[in-house]
């Protein structure tokens, strides 16, 4: 079991988590777990459990999805140069269509 310390005004935890409860103010605390890496914890109090909930919050954020989904610097500079080569520098080089894919399947 864990606790943690509680401000109620703001809706934050001040101190903890601790395995150790120091004082009846500090309250029992319920770790959440992440779905996916792009997810963020939020803590939040449950009335039913008198304790403090971790849960997991999805990120909605198109940029974050997208820096995740691009290829790596590697991929994008060898298909830019391969582009130059065949001279399909243009909506039909593979540059271009690597980058469309993204934006097309993560749009804002």
């Keep these: 079991m864990y606790y943690v310390l509680w401000?109620?005004?703001?809706e934050t935890v001040t101190h903890g988590p601790q395995t150790f409860k120091p004082s009846g103010a500090w309250v029992p605390y319920f770790h959440g777990k992440k779905e996916?890496?792009?997810d963020v914890l939020v803590d939040y109090w449950?009335?039913?459990r008198q304790a403090v909930v971790q849960r997991c919050k999805k990120n909605k954020s198109w940029f974050l999805s997208r820096v995740n989904a691009y290829p790596?610097?590697?991929?994008?500079?060898?298909?830019l140069y391969d582009d130059i080569?065949?001279?399909t520098l243009d909506q039909t080089g593979a540059f271009f269509n690597?980058?469309?894919e993204v934006k097309e399947n993560i749009p804002k």
């Design 7 to 10: 401000d109620k005004e703001n």
């Design 36 to 38: 996916s890496a792009l």
């Design 46 to 48: 449950d009335d039913d």
């Design 72 to 79: 790596s610097v590697n991929k994008q500079l060898a298909a």
């Design 85 to 87: 080569q065949n001279n």
């Design 98 to 100: 690597m980058i469309k």
